[in-house]
């Protein structure tokens, strides 16, 4: 994980985070989020008057399928990138609870 200087989070570990083309979390994903989400939303917490928005982004590869390696479409992509962000979000609201 990364700390950018307009304090994005960035995961940058790929093979940890989702398999290609697939939006569920995987388990070492999963765990990464526990531990980390709820430390985060205290940080945030602590400074809410300043804070105005958490973004959470699910950004994809430009390969849809190692096997074939065919580049995905604009759409399939979009798609995709919403629903892993969907997943982050679902899996870590009940973790900051």
């Not at 569920?24 to 205290?42: H, T």
Request: aromatic share 12%; proline share 4%; charged share 30%.
């Amino acid at each position: 994980m990364e700390l950018l200087d307009d304090n994005t989070v960035r995961f940058k570990a790929p093979d940890v985070l989702f398999e290609t083309g697939e939006d569920g979390l995987k388990a070492a994903y999963e765990a990464m989020l526990q531990d980390f989400f709820p430390r985060y939303v205290a940080i945030l917490y602590a400074h809410r008057q300043v804070v105005k928005t958490i973004r959470i982004e699910g950004h994809t590869s430009s390969k849809w399928d190692n096997a074939t390696n065919q580049p995905e479409s604009f759409e399939k992509n979009f798609r995709l990138s919403q629903d892993r962000a969907r997943e982050i979000l679902t899996y870590s609201y009940p973790v900051i609870k």
